[in-house]
């Protein structure tokens, strides 16, 4: 429908404005990629060849492998950022996948959150045409994006901008662009974890226990910490994923590294499903 439409090529508008942004982002990312360890799969098992993905990109080898890589990321220029995003990773992934949830996504949602803010300030007729058609109150719009379904293929024109741009240039150039961004997200990160109160001691065996599946499922979401309100949704769906009680959460969080705005969206989520603590 129109309504809906609309937003979609105003979310594209907005990509397409902050294509120098999310360049950025790629680089900042892509600093100490070379220094990870260029792994082969040989026999089912992940085998480290013994030099590190920076050494064999400078000699030219290539990072990625015919079987284990993604179809899209294929061909790539031997030693590339795109040669690189599809090696493997440690854990038996390839690169792209954390770069798709750690920059594309974010990225993505960001902009469509962008793009619905500046439809509710400029084209105000067709917003609330969009909020009736989707059955939204537009009091949150992250939760107007998720419902429009926008954010998925805005993460696509995303991922070929940013091929576009670095997909042929070599990783290790690529690292040296961004890092100075990188260190600045660096010092952002320590600054945010100052903020953050120390947890508290644990007062019993059963919520150490607890504790322990959740910091386990903390490492397994992949997200930034402290933990943004963003990524709210993501933790609680790892943490009970993990095999925590929903009754646990909250004394589980308390003691991770989490914003207190984050404690409080699961708070929001839990209630909106019907659940309570």
Do not use: K, Y
């Amino acid at each position: 429908m129109f309504e809906v439409d609309f937003l979609a090529l105003l979310a594209r508008d907005v990509l397409r404005e902050r294509a120098a942004e999310l360049i950025a982002e790629a680089c900042a990312w892509s600093v100490g990629l070379s220094d990870q360890p260029h792994l082969l799969r040989r026999g089912g098992r992940l085998v480290a060849t013994g030099v590190t993905m920076g050494v064999r990109a400078a000699s030219g080898l290539p990072l990625s492998g015919e079987e284990d890589g993604r179809l899209e990321l294929g061909d790539a220029r031997p030693g590339s950022f795109q040669d690189a995003l599809n090696a493997l990773a440690p854990d038996g992934t390839v690169h792209a996948e954390r770069f798709d949830a750690e920059v594309v996504e974010p990225f993505a949602l960001a902009t469509c959150v962008l793009a619905a803010e500046r439809a509710r300030q400029t084209r105000r007729a067709e917003w609330r045409d969009l909020l009736d058609d989707l059955g939204e109150d537009g009091g949150d719009l992250v939760d107007v994006v998720r419902a429009g379904e926008w954010e998925a293929p805005l993460r696509i024109d995303a991922d070929h901008l940013v091929l576009a741009a670095l997909g042929d240039v070599p990783l290790i150039a690529v690292e040296a662009e961004g890092l100075p961004l990188s260190l600045v997200r660096a010092a952002e990160a320590v600054t945010r974890t100052a903020a953050v109160p120390e947890p508290g001691p644990v007062p019993d065996g059963d919520l150490a226990g607890s504790l322990f599946l959740a910091e386990a499922a903390l490492r397994e979401a992949g997200v930034p910490v402290p933990v943004p309100p963003e990524e709210a949704e993501r933790l609680l769906g790892a943490l009970l994923a993990e095999g925590l009680l929903l009754e646990d959460v909250p004394a589980v969080l308390a003691h991770l590294p989490v914003q207190p705005a984050t404690a409080r969206e699961i708070d929001a989520i839990v209630a909106a499903a019907g659940l309570g603590w």
